[in-house]
């Protein structure tokens, strides 16, 4: 279902992909927008057991978008240093594909949420944190079920994977 990555020697391990994705803090969301134009945003994320947890407003082309079609992908990058003398940049990144979705379940949405803010608003901000997550009823919480993920380093980095 999936292409397998031409350059097998710089693909990374799952585990290594995953501890990209779980410690970054921005990437950018793909989705099938408008008159079939991509419409890719740049968002900030957090992941946690298989998914990828999203916040955005209730309205918009990005609602309106994963309402129209559920497949999307994501991209986050952990490193990107142009060489110069090299003609080329050392780079560390992770696509994920996977089935995107606007969650309902109250519940669901609540956990979703707090996920979120211990990434974000870490325990010495408890306090601002939960007036946050009382109001975030003008927001809506969106989940990426990962199906498929890759990860890549430049052909430079194979040997030094630690550096990501």
């Known amino acids: 279902m999936f292409r397998d990555m031409r350059r097998k020697n710089q693909l990374l391990?799952?585990?290594?992909?995953i501890k990209i994705l779980a410690g970054g803090t921005?990437?950018?969301?793909?989705?099938?927008?408008d008159?079939?134009?991509p419409y890719a945003v740049p968002m900030?994320?957090?992941?946690?057991?298989?998914?990828?947890?999203?916040?955005?407003?209730r309205q918009g082309h990005k609602v309106d978008a994963?309402?129209?079609?559920?497949?999307?992908?994501?991209?986050?990058?952990?490193?990107?240093?142009?060489?110069?003398?090299?003609?080329?940049?050392?780079?560390?990144?992770?696509?994920a594909f996977g089935r995107i979705d606007i969650i309902t379940d109250k519940?669901?949405?609540?956990?979703?949420?707090?996920i979120l803010a211990d990434k974000y608003y870490p325990q010495d901000f408890l306090e601002h944190r939960q007036k946050m997550?009382?109001?975030?009823?003008?927001?809506?919480?969106?989940?990426?079920?990962?199906?498929?993920?890759t990860g890549k380093v430049a052909k430079e980095l194979v040997k030094e994977k630690s550096l990501l």
Not at 107 to 114: D, K, N, P, T
């Open 66 to 95: 994963i309402k129209n079609h559920h497949k999307a992908s994501f991209c986050v990058i952990s490193q990107d240093m142009v060489v110069p003398q090299e003609y080329t940049t050392y780079f560390g990144s992770v696509i």
């Open 133 to 149: 997550i009382e109001d975030y009823k003008a927001i809506c919480m969106i989940k990426l079920d990962i199906e498929h993920l």
């Open 13 to 17: 391990s799952q585990e290594e992909s």
């Open 44 to 57: 900030s994320y957090v992941y946690h057991d298989g998914k990828i947890y999203f916040h955005g407003a």
């Open 35 to 37: 008159n079939e134009y």
């Open 107 to 114: 519940q669901e949405e609540q956990e979703a949420l707090e």
């Open 26 to 33: 921005s990437g950018v969301l793909a989705l099938y927008g």
